[in-house]
């Protein structure tokens, strides 16, 4: 009798917890957190919120969306149209720097880079911005562009758009790195997809992971030996830059990511006073940014890159940047 007691009551409370996570999972259709599909292909997206992307082809039931990409053989882009390309032969600005500058998910028109030479020619000076960004380059590849290129031609003014990973992070983060949600260390979970309740749990101890890894690595990457050797470069290619009589600026992207919380304010900080003390103009984007939700800035649910809003916002803080500090080249018609 009391065995059967034992069994009855163990059943009423594991039907209970069935009733109580049934309930959760109903509730969580209605007003969870979406999970978005994707697949380790960063630049496609099975999602078009502001209806800003293209559809590139159907898989299955589903719609593939993204751009199409032009490039040069260095992986420097290209404009969209070739009909439509501006020999960049004048320009006396040189962008370097990584996918940020690049532009993934962004048209090439809506680049920052692109904006701002518009803006330059709008006011009659006749150079544009060389956009030398690369997708994947960090500090080390960037000089080495930016020798590349300046042993071909003088550049009176170099524009580095520097992202929190241009260190290069200590140790391999798998999953969302707070930039690639579809990386290849990320995989789409279908029972995330089928069961709200199940996402919840992953969300959360997805959560503590980018707090006790992704983030603590950011803050390493910054720190000891290798940052040292990193500064180190940095002031080499400051060095470099004026060798060849020219002038560099940073553009400081921030993570798009909890950025009226940022989490990493402090090496915000670190490069400004390293900036300062090096004379070094550093235009930080994100008390523009943070104007902001950081889902408003991504290019995709799934890519936390700057969309075409964020990248006018940036167009617009360089601009009035260089304009007073007085950085734009004076012979900005060319030689």
Known sequence: ??????????????????????????????WGAPYYRFNNRSMEYYTNPRGYHSPLR?????????????????????????????????????????????????RYADLY????????????????????????????????????????????????????NDFGL????????????????????????ASKLYDLIRRSLDKLRLHRVVIEAYHQAFRGEDAAAKFEMFRRLRREVEAREGALVVVLFPLLYDLRHYPFQDIHEKLAAFCEKEGIPLLDLLPAFSRYEAEELW?????????????????????????????????????
Do not use: W
């Open 299 to 335: 290019a995709n649910p799934t890519d936390h890159h700057p969309n075409e809003t964020a990248h006018g916002i940036a167009a617009r803080e360089l601009h009035d940047f260089l304009v007073k500090n007085a950085l734009v080249p004076r012979d900005c018609a060319g030689p």
């Open 1 to 30: 009798m009391a065995r059967r007691r034992r069994v009855l009551r163990a059943a009423t409370v594991l039907l209970s917890l069935a009733a109580a996570a049934m309930a959760m999972e109903v509730a969580l259709r209605f």
């Open 170 to 193: 200590p140790a391999k983060v798998f999953g969302s790195d707070l930039i690639d949600i579809n990386n290849g260390g990320n995989v789409f979970d279908r029972l995330r997809s």
């Open 113 to 164: 880079a692109t904006r701002l030479g518009d803006a330059l020619r709008h006011e009659g000076c006749g150079t544009g911005v060389r956009n030398c960004g690369v997708v994947g380059h960090d500090l080390p590849q960037i000089l080495d562009t930016y020798r590349k290129e300046a042993s071909k031609k003088r550049y009176p003014l170099v524009l580095y758009g520097f992202t929190l």
């Open 58 to 106: 159907e898989e299955g039931r589903y719609t593939i969306y993204g751009l199409e990409y032009r490039a040069t053989e260095e992986g420097y882009r290209l404009p969209d149209a070739p009909a439509r390309a501006r020999p960049d032969g004048q320009a006396l600005i040189l962008g370097l720097g990584d996918s940020f500058l690049f532009g993934r998910g962004v």
